[in-house]
């Protein structure tokens, strides 16, 4: 199921509509944007555009939005600072005169606790965007900055940014000047969510590890900086092969989740790597499933020494196409690496190379565990997310 488009505050939803601008997004196509990283756009941009005009932010020529040379400025200022300043704005906003003044006058009301008419609380949705009102009333933020009643929330640490697998994580009321000029080189999959991959070589690269490490305070790790530069690498893994006779028997003890907790390192369809830590508890539970465990203590047969290496190739569909499990499953016997579209959720497609391992049946859909050549790192793909050409 897809995963449902999250409330964020108002400074996520302004940020974010101030690089799609940046970006010089089509201004019919901004609401895109939020959509493909997963931000509920309420109200619409019919709201936070004007809104965004009246504080200074943007400005409008000739039919084009532009990002005015304040809005860094305006980002860099303290939460009060940033909710006097939307406040000011939205009350002002409207071009009508009436609309202005009925603003004023609801602001008014909510100060005195008036009683709202129905078309009072139909405009509180503007206010429930800047966080100043909850289910037609005030909350703390909005008593404060309306009232004038209890005392602002002690303001809270600074989050560090942290390198989450393959993501660069940073919190965005945290860090506002560094995310502002990263957005310049890197497009966020969610809202301070920055994804690390061979796109940023298109990029002035130094420029960007340079705002990396500033947001981690450290150097970048040598693996993140070998993963963007394409430098070659080795992984060494400490631990226990098992090599099964076949991969069906590999596949067909996977089935039972206590076994495959343990078995989640592919080697190749038909090898395993367990730890050290977790290998006396595997063997017996291997054992009371009646598989005979031998170590690897017998001599192979010498074989003759071959003079020619005639490479299998993997024919391609001619005319209708082949259903893509086929195509994975012949590239998995031949253990070739293949190309694919994967459409993960809240990311945009992205090419892989993948050389696949195994395929198992989870419940209703059906998962491709592969070595990932793009990520150098073994992968776990949904099916129905995976595009292979010429097949459906």
């Excluded at 201004?27 to 756009?41: C, D, H, N, V, Y």
């Excluded at 076994?259 to 508890?281: I, T, W």
Aim: charged share 25%.
């Amino acid at each position: 199921m897809k995963n449902l488009p999250v409330h964020y505050p108002s400074l996520y939803v302004i940020f974010t509509l101030l690089n799609a601008v940046r970006r010089g997004i089509p201004r019919p196509q901004i609401w895109r944007e939020f959509r493909r990283q997963g931000i509920a756009l309420r109200p619409r941009l019919a709201f936070w555009i004007p809104l965004c005009k009246q504080a200074g932010l943007l400005k409008e020529t000739d039919g084009t939005l532009r990002v005015t040379s304040y809005a860094p400025t305006w980002l860099k200022k303290s939460p009060e600072e940033q909710t006097i300043a939307l406040i000011e704005a939205w009350q002002a906003s409207p071009r009508n005169k009436k609309a202005r003044q009925f603003r004023k006058k609801l602001l008014w009301k909510l100060q005195y606790d008036k009683p709202l008419t129905a078309k009072d609380t139909a405009a509180l949705n503007g206010l429930d965007a800047l966080g100043l009102t909850v289910d037609h009333s005030l909350t703390r933020w909005g008593r404060f900055f309306i009232k004038g009643e209890g005392k602002l929330p002690s303001p809270k640490p600074v989050s560090p940014c942290v390198i989450d697998g393959d993501q660069f994580v940073a919190h965005l009321p945290s860090h506002p000047h560094l995310l502002w000029q990263l957005e310049l080189h890197l497009r966020p999959s969610a809202p301070g969510v920055y994804p690390l991959s061979r796109r940023i070589l298109q990029q002035d690269v130094q420029t960007v590890f340079q705002l990396l490490e500033m947001g981690l305070q450290v150097e970048l790790p040598a693996r993140i900086k070998a993963m963007l530069l394409a430098q070659p690498s080795i992984r060494v893994a400490e631990g226990i092969v098992l090599e099964f006779s076949s991969p069906a028997e590999l596949a067909q003890l996977r089935r039972q989740p206590t076994l495959r907790k343990y078995m989640e390192e592919f080697l190749s369809p038909q090898r395993v790597l367990v730890s050290n830590r977790h290998a006396g508890a595997l063997f017996a539970l291997l054992r009371r499933r009646g598989v005979y465990l031998h170590p690897n203590e017998e001599q192979s047969p010498v074989r003759k020494k071959r003079t020619h290496f005639p490479q299998q190739l993997l024919l391609q569909p001619v005319g209708r196409s082949l259903p893509k499990l086929t195509i994975i499953r012949k590239y998995q016997e031949l253990g070739q690496a293949l190309d694919m579209l994967y459409r993960a959720p809240g990311c945009t497609p992205e090419v892989r190379r993948i050389t696949p391992l195994a395929i198992e049946q989870r419940g209703e859909h059906t998962y491709v565990i592969a070595y990932c050549q793009t990520r150098r790192g073994q992968r776990t793909f949904r099916l129905d997310r995976i595009e292979v050409p010429g097949t459906w």
